[in-house]
């Protein structure tokens, strides 16, 4: 199995830790516990021609939201002209039921929305349906 790099962004630890948990099985997983961590860490990856290839994102965070992080990543992907095949693949992770966020999310470019709490499945489900990964992990 091909392995994916991956960017885990959450403020808080334990979902971060749970997370991690469930995603290392399919790659590097990297975390950040800010917005502005996740984004210099985003820039750094490409920077290192070694960009991620998923990014789960809990929406609220003291510095950005992650609505806000998820729509400064698909600016700088417009502006270094990333085609949308080779576009970081974005999960929302959150425990906002409002649906403005789910709106904003996708208006954004995210592809999945997990509710949190969630269980193992659900993030394995959605990183699944983005063809990331294959069926049978």
Known sequence: MEKI?????????????FAREILSR?????????????????????????????????????????IEVLKNIRNWEKKHNIPDKKQVRVIM?????????FLHSFQQGCEAYVLKPYYPEHLLEAVKKLGLVKNNT
């Not at 962004?9 to 971060?16: G, N």
């Not at 920077?47 to 939201?65: A, F, G, K, S, V």
């Not at 992770?93 to 966020?101: A, M, R």
């Open 26 to 66: 399919f790659g590097e997983c990297d975390i950040a516990v800010s917005g502005q961590e996740a984004l210099a860490a985003f820039e750094k990856a490409h920077e290192n021609n070694n960009p991620y290839d998923l990014i789960t994102m809990d929406i609220m965070m003291p510095d950005l939201t992650g």
């Open 5 to 17: 790099k991956i960017l885990i962004v959450d403020d808080e630890f334990i979902l971060r830790r």
């Open 93 to 101: 992770i959150t425990g906002s039921q409002d649906k403005i966020d």
